[in-house]
């Protein structure tokens, strides 16, 4: 190549010099692509991701108390929480339940600081009945009124509820408590009840996930080396649970275990049981393990089998035409190659019954709630948002991590259906 | 996997308890689908077999559980005239599967035809930061439906959507799209993407390119993940239980609240017709499998 060539660029047939056009071009292909997918990505920003992160907003951001009691709040947030509780925050106090009461306000604002210390709420209730005829100097009149105001504990639940900007749900979350000074100290120990179920949850998700894939294994393997219409036809009764609504299912299961139910009759038929002792096998945590297991199968069956159809037959009788026995065959060659499909599935399992809620809140009687369960439990019954979406930002960390981790090993493109 | 003939006793004794395991995994996964059947036809409100089931007795059998789909929740199940315009409008099962069915369908319209067209640009090579992106398409199908849940039903009562039909579309139509994206990129794969220029070559639009040339190849893989799509709204109860006010029940949500409260053999009546519907769906998906092998010249298997 001459000198000058070098220095001169190639130019594309309207004159702009090649690499820039090729690069327009690329760049529009890429835009191209893009716009097929923003349609999508908008919608699911839209209903999913801004939603998820307004729920999970409430586990850091709670304004009951500063919204309801401004006053209170203001001179709180400069009291040291050691000295003496001074008259200026009486004063504040009395003047805030005023208007809350009137406001009808009190309620909401008692009820967050009595998740701080309990036994509170009656005593804003009951104080802020008589707030308005109470007289300076305030910190007797309202002393006079319940003598708990001069403890400074509730002066110290109400300095925590105050900070509408807070980790002390996501503290109560891993069984932590957030005090008055900010810091943060354990939970007494009767009181550490999330950690628990956070480790039950895995531990009951872990165990499906084993029952699944003990279950799984062999019959994927058998429909593997199966003619494809005979194994097909087995698929069919991996599919048909698949399809099938898990309301039904759960239904079904309550039917074939409950004490009156088909297995306890059949149990009693054989006499493995007598009519009086009926095996309890459903509301507890053994109802759960059966249903959920039974539920999930297919999510195991269904990546096992698309990995062990791929296997050779060749591999396993080379091994045995070189002497080994089926056992080594099947443990040396065969099995190391289903790896891929176990990782697979056992992930795919483990994600999904972690999150679990249906089964668990119809079979699971008390030993068998899962977290889903209790974060649904203060959605709906306590009305305690910010715990539920706290203890939802913990629930989907773990998720998140089990999906990346399955991101890594598996690949999300490889996810396949059916 | 058959025997070989030079096969010893071990060899064969563990070959056929290998079968019975099987056997017995197939049937744990099959009985309780089955057995809802026939305890739905029981006479007696009860879960369980009578002996007169068992013995095969007519008058065990009924089909009250059925009739109670029908009737339950009508003004006036004795009337003789406008009976079924009473039991369409008040019957409270036939009221939740229109809801069902209505809420399915326009879920799975609005997440298959955006779904699809997200999958064909993913599918794209020159797809930026395709991973990542994919990884968040995906991400409605992991995430606990509890918080998705809990997620839509603070944002859409800011919007004034909670309890309505559109804000249950909407998020159904979330959940759906993740199956829509793996199916239909599943089969754009084996998709030569050469057509797609040669369509164009010829002077063809990117709308007439797209329906004429694409889409009918890609057909099987959109429908299927339509009827992913439709099932995962149709068998979806945690996001109703949150969002949903009374009008709006759907067939889970009305089982749900049944197996809870009063628990009777007409959930067992409406779990059967549910099992019906997923065999028909199951039955549609395997002819969609067959033909679209047929079509690739494959054998069909």
Same mark, same amino acid.
């Given at each position: 190549?001459?000198?000058?060539?070098?220095?001169?660029?190639?130019?594309?047939?309207?004159?702009?010099?090649?690499?820039?056009?090729?690069?327009?071009?690329?760049?529009?292909?890429?835009?191209?692509?893009?716009?097929?997918?923003?349609?999508?990505?908008?919608?699911?920003?839209?209903?999913?991701?801004?939603?998820?992160?307004?729920?999970?907003?409430?586990?850091?951001?709670?304004? !009951?108390?500063?919204?309801?009691?401004?006053?209170?709040?203001?001179?709180?947030?400069?009291?040291?929480?050691?000295?003496?509780?001074?008259?200026?925050?009486?004063?504040?106090?009395?003047?805030?339940?005023?208007?809350?009461?009137?406001?009808?306000?009190?309620?909401?604002?008692?009820?967050?600081?009595?998740?701080?210390?309990?036994?509170?709420?009656?005593?804003?209730?009951?104080?802020?009945?008589?707030?308005?005829?109470?007289?300076?100097?305030?910190?007797?009149?309202?002393?006079? +009124?319940?003598?708990?105001?001069?403890?400074?504990?509730?002066?110290?639940?109400?300095?925590?509820?105050?900070?509408?900007?807070?980790?002390? @749900?996501?503290?109560?979350?891993?069984?932590?408590?957030? #005090?008055?000074?900010?810091?943060?100290?354990?939970?007494?120990?009767?009181?550490?009840?999330?950690?628990?179920?956070?480790?039950?949850?895995?531990?009951?998700?872990?165990?499906?996930?084993?029952?699944?894939?003990?279950?799984?294994?062999?019959?994927?393997?058998?429909?593997?080396?199966?003619?494809?219409?005979?194994?097909?036809?087995?698929?069919?009764?991996?599919?048909?649970?698949?399809?099938?609504?898990?309301? !039904?299912?759960?239904?079904?299961?309550?039917?074939?275990?409950?004490?009156?139910?088909?297995?306890?009759?059949?149990?009693?038929?054989?006499?493995?049981?007598?009519?009086?002792?009926? @095996?309890?096998?459903?509301?507890?945590?053994?109802?759960?393990?059966?249903?959920?297991?039974?539920?999930?199968?297919?999510?195991? +069956?269904?990546?096992?089998?698309? #990995?062990?159809?791929?296997?050779?037959?060749? @591999? !396993?009788?080379?091994?045995?035409?070189?002497?080994?026995?089926?056992?080594?065959?099947?443990?040396?060659?065969?099995?190391?190659?289903?790896?891929?499909?176990?990782?697979?599935?056992?992930?795919? #399992?483990?994600?999904?019954?972690?999150?679990?809620?249906?089964?668990?809140?119809?079979?699971?009687?008390?030993?068998?709630?899962?977290?889903?369960? +209790?974060?649904?439990?203060?959605?709906?019954?306590?009305?305690?948002?910010?715990?539920?979406?706290?203890?939802?930002?913990?629930?989907? !960390?773990? +998720?998140?991590?089990? @999906?990346?981790?399955?991101?890594?090993?598996?690949?999300?493109?490889?996810?396949?259906?059916? | 996997?058959?025997?070989?003939?030079?096969?010893?006793?071990?060899?064969?004794?563990?070959?056929?308890?290998?079968?019975?395991?099987?056997?017995?995994?197939?049937?744990?996964?099959?009985? =309780?689908?089955?057995?809802?059947?026939?305890?739905?036809?029981?006479?007696?409100?009860?879960?369980?077999?009578?002996?007169?089931?068992?013995?095969?007795?007519?008058?065990?059998?009924?089909?009250?559980?059925?009739?109670?789909?029908?009737?339950?929740?009508?003004?006036?199940?004795?009337?003789?005239?406008?009976?079924?315009?009473?039991?369409?409008?008040?019957?409270?099962?036939?009221?939740?599967?229109?809801?069902?069915?209505?809420?399915?369908?326009?879920?799975?319209?609005?997440?298959?035809?955006? $779904?699809?067209?997200?999958?064909?640009?993913?599918?794209?090579?020159?797809?930026?930061?395709?991973?990542?992106?994919?990884?968040?398409?995906?991400? =409605?199908?992991?995430?606990?439906?509890?918080?998705?849940?809990?997620?839509?039903?603070?944002?859409?009562?800011?919007?004034?959507?909670?309890?309505?039909?559109? $804000?249950?579309?909407?998020?159904?139509?979330?959940?759906?799209?993740?199956?829509?994206?793996?199916?239909?990129?599943?089969?754009?794969?084996?998709?030569?993407?050469?057509?797609?220029?040669?369509?164009?070559?010829?002077?063809?639009?990117?709308?007439?390119?797209?329906?004429?040339?694409?889409?009918?190849?890609?057909?099987?893989?959109?429908?299927?993940?339509?009827?992913?799509?439709?099932?995962?709204?149709?068998?979806?109860?945690?996001?109703?239980?949150?969002?949903?006010?009374?009008?709006?029940?759907?067939?889970?949500?009305?089982?749900?609240?049944?197996?809870?409260?009063?628990?009777?053999?007409?959930?067992?009546?409406?779990?059967?017709?549910?099992?019906?519907?997923?065999?028909?769906?199951?039955?549609?998906?395997?002819?969609?499998?067959?033909?679209?092998?047929?079509?690739?010249?494959?054998?069909?298997?």
């Amino acid at each position: 190549m001459s000198q000058t060539a070098d220095k001169q660029p190639v130019l594309a047939a309207d004159g702009t010099p090649l690499k820039q056009a090729l690069d327009a071009a690329l760049f529009r292909n890429r835009m191209r692509a893009f716009m097929l997918v923003l349609p999508l990505l908008l919608f699911l920003f839209v209903t999913f991701i801004i939603p998820i992160g307004i729920f999970l907003s409430f586990g850091i951001h709670d304004p !009951v108390f500063s919204k309801f009691m401004p006053k209170t709040s203001a001179v709180l947030s400069d009291w040291d929480t050691t000295s003496e509780p001074t008259e200026d925050m009486y004063a504040a106090l009395v003047a805030d339940m005023v208007v809350a009461r009137k406001d009808k306000t009190i309620g909401r604002a008692a009820t967050r600081v009595n998740r701080e210390l309990s036994g509170t709420r009656s005593l804003f209730t009951s104080s802020a009945r008589k707030a308005a005829k109470l007289e300076a100097p305030f910190k007797e009149s309202l002393v006079a +009124v319940k003598k708990q105001w001069a403890d400074p504990e509730v002066w110290k639940a109400m300095k925590v509820a105050s900070r509408s900007w807070t980790l002390g @749900y996501y503290a109560n979350a891993l069984d932590y408590k957030q #005090v008055a000074d900010g810091s943060f100290e354990p939970q007494p120990e009767n009181r550490q009840i999330h950690v628990p179920l956070l480790v039950k949850t895995l531990w009951i998700s872990l165990q499906v996930t084993l029952y699944c894939l003990i279950l799984g294994y062999p019959i994927a393997y058998l429909m593997s080396n199966l003619p494809a219409r005979t194994s097909n036809l087995l698929m069919i009764l991996v599919l048909l649970p698949f399809w099938t609504s898990i309301l !039904v299912r759960t239904t079904a299961w309550i039917a074939m275990l409950q004490s009156q139910g088909v297995l306890n009759d059949l149990f009693v038929l054989f006499g493995v049981t007598d009519d009086d002792n009926r @095996y309890s096998m459903i509301y507890n945590k053994l109802g759960t393990l059966i249903a959920m297991t039974h539920i999930l199968l297919p999510f195991m +069956v269904l990546p096992l089998y698309s #990995v062990m159809r791929g296997i050779p037959p060749s @591999y !396993v009788r080379a091994a045995k035409s070189m002497g080994a026995t089926n056992w080594t065959a099947f443990s040396r060659i065969y099995a190391p190659q289903t790896i891929p499909g176990i990782g697979a599935g056992a992930i795919l #399992v483990f994600i999904v019954a972690i999150g679990y809620y249906i089964t668990p809140a119809l079979v699971g009687g008390q030993d068998g709630q899962m977290i889903s369960n +209790v974060i649904a439990f203060h959605m709906k019954s306590s009305l305690n948002w910010s715990l539920a979406a706290a203890l939802g930002g913990v629930l989907l !960390v773990v +998720v998140m991590t089990l @999906y990346w981790i399955y991101d890594r090993v598996v690949g999300i493109d490889n996810m396949k259906l059916g | 996997m058959s025997l070989p003939i030079y096969a010893g006793w071990g060899e064969r004794l563990w070959y056929y308890t290998f079968r019975v395991i099987c056997g017995l995994i197939f049937l744990f996964l099959i009985t =309780p689908i089955i057995i809802v059947i026939p305890l739905s036809f029981n006479v007696e409100p009860y879960f369980s077999f009578t002996s007169g089931m068992l013995s095969l007795d007519p008058d065990a059998f009924s089909l009250r559980w059925y009739k109670d789909i029908f009737t339950n929740g009508m003004a006036n199940p004795d009337a003789t005239t406008g009976w079924w315009a009473d039991s369409w409008n008040n019957a409270q099962w036939l009221r939740s599967m229109r809801n069902s069915f209505f809420i399915g369908i326009c879920a799975t319209i609005i997440s298959t035809s955006i $779904g699809t067209l997200a999958a064909v640009g993913l599918s794209r090579s020159e797809m930026p930061y395709k991973n990542q992106i994919m990884a968040l398409l995906i991400s =409605p199908m992991i995430v606990p439906l509890v918080i998705t849940a809990a997620g839509a039903f603070k944002a859409f009562s800011m919007l004034g959507l909670a309890y309505t039909y559109t $804000g249950l579309i909407l998020a159904h139509a979330v959940l759906g799209t993740p199956f829509v994206i793996i199916t239909v990129t599943a089969t754009l794969v084996g998709f030569d993407q050469s057509l797609v220029r040669a369509a164009q070559s010829m002077g063809a639009t990117p709308f007439r390119t797209f329906f004429k040339v694409q889409m009918p190849l890609i057909l099987p893989g959109v429908i299927s993940g339509a009827l992913f799509a439709f099932i995962t709204s149709f068998d979806e109860v945690v996001v109703v239980i949150q969002l949903a006010a009374a009008e709006q029940r759907t067939i889970p949500r009305q089982m749900f609240s049944g197996i809870r409260e009063q628990i009777s053999p007409t959930i067992l009546a409406v779990a059967t017709i549910l099992v019906m519907i997923s065999i028909a769906l199951l039955a549609t998906l395997e002819m969609i499998r067959r033909r679209s092998e047929r079509l690739r010249g494959l054998s069909p298997s």
